[in-house]
T-cell receptor
Framework: NAGVTQTPKFRVLKTGQSMTLLCAQD?????MYWYRQDPGMGLRLIHY???????AKGEVPDGYNVSRLKKQNFLLGLESAAPSQTSVYFCASTVKELMNTEAFFGQGTRLTVV | SQKIEQNSEALNIQEGKTATLTCNYTNYSPAYLQWYRQDPGRGPVFLLLIRENEKEKRKERLKVTFDTTLKQSLFHITASQPADSATYLCALDMEYGNKLVFGAGTILRVKS
């Protein structure tokens, strides 16, 4: 049981390039989240999804897009990368009854935009 | 807007002592609060969840309290060990549980 897997683990982008981060979970969870983590600022919610085919904005959605075409996958896209998007990105998933369960996190993707 | 505050400075304690970490929040009334542990280079790992109608929750050497009047949660590690050194994050549910929002975390260092 792999849990939550993020691809890739590391990436360096040039300003203006685009890329997609993939999050895959094998626990049949309904809810999935994308966070970014920067020093001193903790985890900030970018976008989230409460089920296949649905997405919603979090605290810092600008510059990112997401898609949830399959229940097990949640994709985070950067259309035109900027140095301010240099960060560590974490994906998480939970079962539908969030009030009684924890979030499971992936190992993170370290992205550097130069 | 909602705000979650945790001790911004690292907490340094001696092995065997009790570590106490604080999580304060404003402008919101969460139905529950969670605590996570994060080690360098890794994703957060769930530790404990406490609901609004629970005053205290325990798990082995861990204890969490939840005071909805003060809008504060305290996280205690008793008989601390160097292996407890990590960053500890608190998280609140928002929008009826659809969103999980985190504090910035507190670094705990336990010295032997």
């Amino acid at each position: 049981n792999a849990g939550v897997t993020q691809t890739p683990k590391f990436r360096v982008l040039k300003t203006g390039q685009s890329m997609t981060l993939l999050c895959a979970q094998d626990m049949n969870h309904e809810y999935m989240y994308w966070y970014r983590q920067d020093p001193g600022m903790g985890l900030r919610l970018i976008h989230y999804s409460v089920g296949e085919g649905t997405t919603a904005k979090g605290e810092v959605p600008d510059g990112y897009n997401v898609s949830r075409l399959k229940k097990q996958n949640f994709l985070l896209g950067l259309e035109s990368a900027a140095p301010s998007q240099t960060s560590v990105y974490f994906c998480a998933s939970t079962v539908k009854e969030l009030m009684n369960t924890e979030a499971f996190f992936g190992q993170g993707t370290r992205l550097t935009v130069v | 807007s909602q705000k979650i505050e945790q001790n911004s400075e690292a907490l340094n304690i001696q092995e065997g002592k009790t570590a106490t970490l604080t999580c304060n929040y404003t402008n919101y009334s969460p139905a529950y609060l969670q605590w996570y542990r994060q080690d360098p280079g890794r994703g957060p790992v769930f530790l404990l969840l406490i609901r609004e109608n629970e005053k205290e929750k325990r798990k082995e050497r861990l204890k969490v309290t939840f005071d909805t009047t003060l809008k504060q949660s305290l996280f205690h590690i008793t008989a601390s060990q160097p292996a407890d050194s990590a960053t500890y994050l608190c998280a609140l549910d928002m929008e009826y549980g659809n969103k999980l929002v985190f504090g910035a975390g507190t670094i705990l260092r336990v010295k032997s």
